[in-house]
């Protein structure tokens, strides 16, 4: 073993001494994050023509690269966690010196993330409290016909015997994402802690599914999605979660059985589906949350809520939607507003600084969760 260790190593020193002309090789420290929020990203492309930084909500930037071949770009960020990529000539990357990445559908690869931190009060920052757990779970689904899959986020100290049930939040991703979207870039996990130990959320359950009801969907891109396949997608969607992933999450956890004690939300494709789930079964859902949410409109309201009308006052006890002011959903999300109000549905609806970004939904979150299951 001893030999074939050193083999390997004379190998690599072989390859990497033919690769940089025997000059030694370029390390890169990439995000560099310092104090007072100064970001550093690099990129080692010695022979690319152009590398452009692209972080979600903002326009993509321009790196500069140094007689190494490092590309760099250096700004100061607010405390958060930001995901991004590097465009390396065309072609969409991520970095390969950072290994928090979130997971896209699918795809071999990701998007990076950095975390530029901050004071404890921030609901993400993983704090000195008790925290919960996180199963995986998969199994095949009758309604979609393929392998699904999900996560369940129990609380500290879960007890699978208490006499009372938890209440459970179903809480689904946006489009390109997996079922691990919220716990990797969300940190929900760390949220659902941190809100319960300062005692501003109750003990519960949370569970994310993930939201093909078409696998195939995003097969050919986004030019491949049509407005019916996406409209499909979302109703097998909604079918296999009343039918398939609520039974079995009843049968594995200590769950209620009542309305009242679950919760659905989303964000983007996430939060149009919560409001699908949620308004057409409120005998199932008490309270629902939309976040960004890509929303019916015109003909389309009507044909997705085919019963919604002033009775579901009686039924809900919340209905809540957030967008943000640069968010390419806002007009869409305004006109979803008026027809509520034009059916005379109470709802809770704000609009808030920021786009379609994760530093957005992570704060719906952390002011949806508290108002649930009270």
Do not use: C
Not at 62 to 74: E, H, I, P
């Amino acid at each position: 073993m001893r030999k074939l260790i050193t083999v390997i190593f004379l190998f690599t020193a072989l390859v990497v001494n033919a690769q940089t002309g025997g000059r030694p090789p370029v390390i890169v420290k990439s995000p560099e994050v310092e104090q007072g929020g100064k970001v550093t990203f690099r990129f080692l492309a010695p022979n690319a023509q152009q590398v452009m930084l692209q972080r979600d909500g903002t326009t993509p930037k321009a790196m500069s690269k140094d007689s190494s071949g490092v590309w760099a770009f250096t700004e100061t960020l607010e405390a958060d966690i930001y995901p991004y990529t590097f465009n390396v000539d065309g072609n969409n990357l991520p970095d390969p010196n950072n290994p928090a990445l979130k997971p896209i559908y699918k795809m071999a690869l990701g998007q990076s993330m950095v975390h530029v931190p901050g004071p404890a009060s921030l609901s993400w920052e993983q704090g000195n409290v008790p925290h919960g757990a996180i199963s995986h779970h998969f199994y095949k689904s009758a309604v979609i016909g393929s392998d699904q899959d999900l996560y369940v986020y129990t609380p500290p100290n879960y007890d699978a015997n208490r006499k009372k049930p938890y209440p459970v939040l179903y809480l689904f991703h946006g489009l390109t994402d997996e079922a691990s979207a919220w716990t990797a870039a969300g940190k929900a996990h760390v949220i659902l802690d941190n809100l319960i130990a300062q005692g501003k959320a109750e003990p519960m359950i949370m569970v994310n599914t993930l939201g093909y009801g078409v696998p195939d969907l995003l097969a050919k891109g986004f030019t491949g999605m049509t407005a019916e396949r996406f409209k499909k997608n979302n109703e097998l969607f909604v079918s296999s979660l009343i039918k398939e992933v609520l039974p079995m999450v009843g049968k594995n956890y200590n769950t209620g059985t009542s309305q009242k004690t679950r919760a659905v939300a989303g964000l983007s494709m996430g939060g149009g589906q919560a409001l699908l789930a949620g308004l057409n079964n409120p005998n199932l859902f008490n309270y629902v949350g939309a976040f960004s949410p890509a929303v019916p409109v015109g003909a389309d309201f009507k044909a997705g809520f085919p019963q919604l009308n002033k009775d579901i006052n009686n039924q809900l006890a919340l209905l809540w939607i957030g967008i943000g002011k640069d968010d390419f959903l806002l007009s869409q999300n305004k006109q979803f507003k008026q027809l509520l109000e034009t059916n005379n549905i109470q709802f809770d609806y704000k609009e808030t600084e920021g786009a379609h970004t994760w530093m957005v939904w992570r704060r719906y979150l952390t002011e949806f969760v508290p108002l649930l299951f009270k």
